[in-house]
T-cell receptor
Framework: AQKVTQAQTEISVVEKEDVTLDCVYETRDTTYYLFWYKQPPSGELVFLIRRNSFDEQNEISGRYSWNFQKSTSSFNFTITASQVVDSAVYFC?????????????FGDGTTLTVKP | NAGVTQTPKFQVLKTGQSMTLQCAQD?????MSWYRQDPGMGLRLIHY???????DQGEVPNGYNVSRSTTEDFPLRLLSAAPSQTSVYFCASRRLRAGYEQYFGPGTRLTVT
């Protein structure tokens, strides 16, 4: 069965610090998909990125970067020079290709607080 | 495009009452799902649907019913509300295959007293 672990329940940083959110997953599939979602204090859930299992290239989007490592079953998310607007709950999720419906399993989330 | 819409945004029920949470999407997505979000427990799948007329149970289906008569609508029914169903409920949709991201509605905050 698939499982996603976000061991960091809460992280607090001061603005302009770099911060990394950890995500470790378990799956027996060789083809799977990993996602990050953001939930700001307003409550909506916003998709940030998708990565498939056969593409280990790291991705950078502005201050955000993602490090996918199959060897350690991790898909970590780094925010460089954090800002107060980055304060949110961040969820990592996994979906297996063998699941015909493609259901996602979510981690419990990491609450990031960026203080000015 | 409105995306995924949910009504109501807030609801207070008494134990034993029933109600329906509405969800609609205008993106012609085959897959729709309902999650509940409780503090420290992430998002747990209640029910999902891969198309009109097809529904299935997720991780925590007890106490909830769904139907999918059209591609656009996926209502969630609470049969007899219990305090344990106090939660925030999110509806989501996406294209059917596994690799697609989900689009979420704004959520419904439900309190059962």
């Amino acid at each position: 069965a698939q499982k996603v672990t976000q061991a960091q329940t809460e992280i607090s940083v001061v603005e302009k610090e770099d911060v990394t959110l950890d995500c470790v997953y378990e799956t027996r599939d060789t083809t799977y998909y990993l996602f990050w979602y953001k939930q700001p204090p307003s409550g909506e859930l916003v998709f940030l990125i998708r990565r498939n299992s056969f593409d280990e290239q790291n991705e950078i989007s502005g201050r955000y970067s993602w490090n996918f490592q199959k060897s350690t079953s991790s898909f970590n998310f780094t925010i460089t020079a954090s800002q107060v607007v980055d304060s949110a709950v961040y969820f990592c999720a996994l979906s297996e290709a063998s699941d015909n419906a493609g259901k996602s399993t979510f981690g419990d989330g990491t609450t990031l607080t960026v203080k000015p | 495009n409105a995306g995924v819409t949910q009504t109501p945004k807030f609801q207070v029920l008494k134990t034993g009452q029933s109600m329906t949470l509405q969800c609609a999407q205008d993106m012609n997505h085959e897959y729709m799902s309902w999650y509940r979000q409780d503090p420290g427990m992430g998002l747990r799948l209640i029910h999902y649907s891969v198309g009109a007329g097809i529904t299935d149970q997720g991780e925590v289906p007890n106490g909830y019913n769904v139907s999918r008569s059209t591609t656009e609508d996926f209502p969630l029914r609470l049969l007899s509300a219990a305090p344990s169903q106090t939660s925030v409920y999110f509806c989501a949709s996406r294209r059917l295959r596994a690799g697609y991201e989900q689009y979420f509605g704004p959520g419904t905050r439900l309190t059962v007293t």
